[in-house]
């Protein structure tokens, strides 16, 4: 049974740095394109940060890029989010999915994700 399972999560303060991992079990990064969405309080899913399953190139929402990093780790079979500069509004709670060959569009659609993580909570405060 694939699965995901994210953690990291917590309370920081506006401008601040978290670091989310993401450890996927019964299935190999290495044929899957990575990706983390969030669920702010009241609001739909959204696409954050994704990494391809070819060439691990990263893809980033315009709302996170230049703070946000996503990096893999293929021997440990691990996907990481690491925040900076936070702000209140990145509060959400954090999922991490994957999707078989993904790479380019199929990243940012929620729809085209073949496991999902449970998720971790990140709240900033101002």
């Known amino acids: 049974l694939s699965s995901a399972a994210a953690s990291g999560g917590g309370l920081v303060q506006a401008g601040g740095s978290l670091r989310l991992s993401c450890a996927a079990s019964g299935h190999t990064i290495n044929d899957y394109g990575r990706s983390w969405f969030r669920q702010a309080p009241g609001k739909g899913r959204e696409f954050v940060a994704g990494?391809?399953?070819?060439?691990?190139?990263?893809l980033y929402a315009e709302s996170v890029k230049d703070r946000f990093t996503i990096s893999e780790d293929r021997t440990t079979n691990t996907v990481t989010l690491k925040m900076n500069n936070l702000e209140p509004k990145d509060t959400a709670v954090y999922f991490c999915a994957a999707v078989k060959y993904g790479t380019g569009w199929k990243l940012r659609d929620e729809d085209a994700m073949n496991i999902w993580g449970k998720g971790t909570l990140v709240t900033v405060s101002s």
């Open positions: 990494v391809n399953w070819v060439s691990a190139t990263p």
